[in-house]
């Protein structure tokens, strides 16, 4: 059943949005990956808040490459489009150890009718189970 005030065909495309987000990154198309936010889109992660799609984009040049796991999502309306919580867990390329993580999305409606990324926080989970900025 769709939540209220989206379809389930808006709730689909968003499960695509994120999936597309995720995979963009994994095969290296950062540009891609940065082209699924808004032109003033927001990113925050390790403490910062990366504003805007050119500092997104360069955050994600810089960042370590690696496979993003993605879990369900639960999705709520919002105004103008909808709230977006979903599980991941980061396995990086190099030795470094796994990164696990819940993101908080806001996505819009787009212009053509599908659906954009405009804010995404990323917190992690650290040994004792407790969310926060840093693994």
């Known amino acids: 059943m769709a939540e209220a005030g989206l379809t389930l065909g808006d709730r689909r495309a968003i499960d695509d949005l994120l999936s597309e987000y995720a ?15 808004t032109e003033d889109g927001e990113f925050e992660t390790y403490g910062r808040v990366f504003a805007g799609r050119d500092r997104i984009l360069r955050m994600f040049v810089a ?14 309306p919002s105004s103008g489009g909808a709230d ?10 190099d030795s470094a150890p796994r ?13 053509d009718g599908g659906w954009v ?3 995404m926080r990323c917190r992690f989970m650290n040994a004792e ?6 693994p």
């Open 23 to 37: 995979l963009r990154l994994d095969v290296d198309d950062v540009e891609g990956a940065a082209a699924l936010f």
């Open 63 to 76: 960042a370590p490459k690696g496979v993003h796991l993605a879990g369900r999502s639960t999705v709520a």
């Open 84 to 93: 977006v919580r979903m599980q991941l867990v980061f396995f990086p390329a």
């Open 99 to 111: 990164r696990l993580a819940v993101y908080d999305v806001g996505v819009l409606r787009a212009g």
């Open 117 to 119: 990324i405009r804010r």
């Open 129 to 134: 189970g407790i969310l926060g900025p840093k």
